[in-house]
């Protein structure tokens, strides 16, 4: 069965819009992992092929405000770049955005005539995109339009042209999946899921470590603590495989979330305090901190 590369791009500004209209009307806030995961399984069942979303065919594109900090944009790139998303921009120009669609179409159409995916699954609304659509339709390449509406008070306030969601291969609503727990999470979820998460203290364990790294026993040798070390060593040398996953991370939980997403993709439960429970094993892992972002850094020593 063929494997689809799926590009998932996301219109910066319209994007935020959406995010700040879930989280302030329904208390809920866009997983964007869970999104893009729910996206590529929604699109396999209608084509029944396999379908994937390396991180290097994640992009939001945004204007950046440099003189304007804003906690609800940080938390949602925060929540964009902890879903492997890289951010593509421009600084405002008199606070306008100049040339972002621009840049997304020319990057976009380059990257589909280079043949590096196969779909693309769009969160967008404005009609000057139905032309990308078109133009990778004469590749031969089928977009997917995430789109939403908001009305407040009556008055529609960010909209969605009904022309691009007409022009593309399938279209989902945002809003009418408000209720599936994996694209939004209420934010009380979402703080616990990632901050919370590296303050709270680890359990005090009497753990005695054989000589040996127990991460390459045989399963059948080890107990419960051991099996769990094991999944946390493996997610560890696999995000670290994947450089892509830390790049432009500038928050210390950083690593520790890549890690506990992929320990909860490999059915691993994530232990409490990630970071104590890095640093309780210091005969496996190395860790420090980066100089320059300040995020963990963390190394699986050679312990044959």
Do not use: W
């Amino acid at each position: 069965m063929k494997t689809n590369k799926i590009a998932f791009v996301v219109d910066g500004y319209y994007g935020l819009s959406l995010y700040r209209y879930a989280k302030s009307e329904f208390g809920k806030i866009i997983n964007f992992e869970g999104l893009v995961n729910s996206a590529c399984t929604a699109l396999e069942n209608i084509i029944q092929e396999k379908c994937i979303s390396p991180a290097s065919l994640r992009h939001y594109y945004m204007g950046t405000d440099l003189n304007n900090v804003n906690s609800v944009r940080n938390e949602y790139e925060t929540a964009l770049k902890l879903s492997r998303f890289g951010a593509r921009g421009r600084p405002l120009q008199n606070g306008k955005e100049k040339c972002i669609d621009t840049m997304l179409f020319s990057d976009i159409k380059d990257e589909a005539t280079a043949g590096v995916f196969d779909y693309l699954i769009l969160l967008a609304g404005d009609l000057d995109h139905i032309t990308l659509v078109q133009d990778l339709k004469s590749l031969g390449i089928k977009t997917v339009l995430l789109y939403g509406e908001i009305i407040t008070k009556g008055i529609k306030t960010t909209g969605y042209s009904h022309e691009l969601r007409d022009s593309c291969f399938n279209a989902v609503d945002l809003f009418e999946i408000l209720d599936n727990g994996d694209v939004f999470k209420n934010t009380k979820y979402q703080h616990t899921s990632m901050t919370e998460l590296m303050r709270t203290p680890m359990p005090k364990t009497s753990i005695v470590m054989e000589p040996k790294n127990p991460a390459v026993q045989q399963e059948n040798e080890l107990d419960k603590e051991d099996l769990t070390l094991k999944g946390v060593v493996d997610a560890v040398q696999e995000v670290i495989s994947e450089k892509e996953k830390l790049q432009d991370r500038k928050l210390a939980f950083a690593f520790q979330a890549q890690v506990g997403t992929q320990l909860k993709k490999n059915g691993v439960k994530l232990p409490v305090g990630l970071k104590q429970y890095l640093e309780s094993y210091p005969q496996i892992f190395r860790t420090g901190t980066h100089p320059v972002t300040q995020a963990l850094t963390v190394s699986v020593k050679d312990c044959a």
